[in-house]
């Protein structure tokens, strides 16, 4: 696909030039998937995009381009043809179609629609970062899914990649979640503030008269949290501990650090970081008048260790809850106020999700008390469901996820629906393989006589998937992988009902070479369900 793409680029480079225009530094011709299928299988604006700055018309500009293309026709193209006010649209012929399949069979799921894009530089993609007081919830879950199909797309990708839980275990919270389990064990009230639900009640029940509540507590909320997040396939190579920057004095030699930049000073007896100096809307207080750290001073020693760790050309990817946007901007100063790149530091915020059944809202859980629990999310509708439900839309949205609708298993379910393909190409393919026939050969299958429209739809459908793999991966947008793949389940389901793949009436090669495609876009659905974290089940 990126050959074809650059053999593409590269000829309307060449129709420019002789067409006398001169192409400055750096230029490049817009290329892009048309909207609609009758405009061809790729469009270019390169008409549009020159014409202005040469004095010349697009119309007259595209048709000039597009006969020089014509003689010149780069492998693979069938047709060029011009569109409204000056596209040049490409029409490839069935060859680069069958390539593709033949490419998706041979690289097979671990190697389709790779990009090597991250050229192997590291990143950190933090995400989930829940204080280990108490359950995840099911916010938690939308950046808990989201954070891992980012990390999966990236290492796709050639990034590598590493998954962090930033542990937020010192500090009030901690201590107020510590008293609430000394005083549930005691059978007292919870200090005003502390963490009630009737987990407090369970969790202090089974703690050990003579253990230390924040040490048990913190080891028995972390090991919820890892439980619950694994039910649903998400893991973390680190859990690194807010405590630890404390033991380890990283936090007062990020102070040090600070102030020898000149980047602080005191008023009011606290100690102030000039995050205005760097685009920051105000001042930050870092250290309290009573001399405690603000939660800022952490973070920023924090981010400090993270890019020592990923090195001097190494990324981090944040994913925070919608309650953190003001903070990205502060953290960005502090960045910039020790030196660093702060455009090194993305940080990804995410809204909240509407959780309703059948309609309704969804009753807070007793256990928990003022939270719905991700546990309860995942036990009613499934740990595929939950992913794939969270996933369906952008992050900068506030969604409503229906759990009686996620858990349906009907076609009007989207992850059902793209499952159910999958199962039914696993399905024609075991009938054949019963039946003495391989789908996946490598001997020679003439793929010429797949001209059936679905069989054409389902073919550039999937010769998608590695550009939107690599787009999905540099927007940090696993969603479109979810359209692509309800798109593209569309195509699979259409095939399935009006393409017959054996039996009476069906030519032998025309068998192979279907069972062929079947293979390939399995791989391509298997693929992109996998960049999901989302199984792809043989059977339904």
């Keep these: 696909m990126a050959d074809i793409r650059a053999s593409l680029i590269e000829a309307l480079h060449a129709a420019l030039i002789a067409a006398g225009i001169d192409l400055p530094a750096g230029f490049r011709a817009g290329l892009e998937r048309p909207a609609r299928p009758e405009h061809g299988d790729w469009s270019s604006n390169v008409a549009l995009a020159t014409a202005r700055g040469t004095g010349r018309i697009p119309r007259e500009l595209a048709a000039e381009l597009a006969a020089w293309l014509d003689k010149h026709r780069p492998e693979h193209v069938a047709e060029v043809s011009t569109a409204g006010p000056g596209f040049i649209n490409f029409r490839l012929a069935p060859g680069w179609l069958h390539s593709v399949v033949r490419e998706a069979v041979a690289a097979g799921t671990e190697g389709y629609g790779r990009r ?57 919270q901690m201590e107020l979640y510590a008293a609430s389990l000394a005083a549930a064990r005691k059978n007292q009230p919870v200090p005003d503030g502390g963490y009630n639900g009737q ?31 694994g039910s ?12 630890s920057l404390v033991d380890s004095g990283a936090i007062d030699e990020t102070l040090a650090l600070l102030e020898a930049a000149g980047a602080c000073y005191d008023s009011g007896g606290a100690r102030w970081l000039r995050t205005r100096d760097h685009g920051d809307d105000k001042d930050r207080v870092l250290v309290k008048s009573d001399g405690e750290y603000t939660y800022l001073l952490p973070d920023i020693a924090y981010h400090r260790d993270k890019l020592d760790r990923v090195g001097p050309e190494g990324l981090l990817i944040n994913v925070w809850g919608a309650d953190h946007h003001g ?13 660093y790149d702060p455009n090194r530091l993305e940080v990804v915020v995410t809204q909240l999700v509407h959780l309703e059944r059948d309609g309704e809202d969804v009753k807070l859980s007793k256990r928990a008390g003022e939270i719905i629990e991700l546990g309860d999310v995942i036990d009613e509708v499934g740990a595929d469901a939950t992913r794939f439900t969270y996933l369906l839309q952008s992050m900068d949205s506030t969604p409503t996820f229906d759990l009686a609708a996620a858990a349906a298993q009907v076609m009007e379910n989207p992850v059902f629906y793209v499952q159910m393909a999958h199962a039914r190409l696993c399905s024609i393919a075991a009938r054949a393989r019963a039946g003495g026939m391989v789908g996946d050969s490598a001997a020679p299958v003439d793929l010429g ?4 429209e679905r069989e054409l739809d389902m073919m550039r459908r999937l010769s998608t998937l590695e550009e939107v793999i690599a787009t999905a991966a540099e927007e940090r947008a ?46 391509g659905l298997a693929t992109a369900l996998g960049v999901l974290g989302v199984s792809a089940p043989e059977a339904m």
């Excluded at 649903?232 to 405590?243: H, K, L, Y």
């Excluded at 006589?449 to 059936?452: A, F, K, M, N």
Aim: positive net charge.
């Design 232 to 243: 649903m396939a998400v893991e973390f190579d680190t859990w690194f501990s807010e405590q």
């Design 199 to 229: 987990y407090i009640a369970d969790w202090a029940a089974e703690m050990p008269a003579d253990a230390d509540p924040r040490r048990w507590g913190r080891q028995k909320a972390l090991a919820t949290q890892k439980e619950v997040l």
């Design 449 to 452: 006589v797949l001209d059936h």
């Design 478 to 523: 696993p969603h479109r992988i979810t359209t692509w793949l309800r798109d593209f389940a569309a195509a699979v389901h259409g095939f399935y009902h009006d393409c017959q793949v054996m039996g009476t009436g069906i030519a032998p090669e025309l068998t192979r070479a279907r069972l062929m495609l079947i293979e390939a876009a399995r791989v």
């Design 116 to 172: 090597n894009l991250g050229r192997g530089r590291t990143v950190i993609v933090e995400f989930v970062s829940a204080n280990p007081t108490g359950p995840v919830h099911a916010g938690h879950g939308r950046g808990a899914a989201y954070g891992d199909a980012v990390a999966r797309l990236l290492a796709r990708c050639g990034y590598r990649v590493q998954r962090e839980f930033y542990v937020n275990d010192r500090g009030t």
């Design 327 to 339: 903070y990205v901007a502060r953290m960005k100063a502090a960045l910039a106020a020790l030196g």
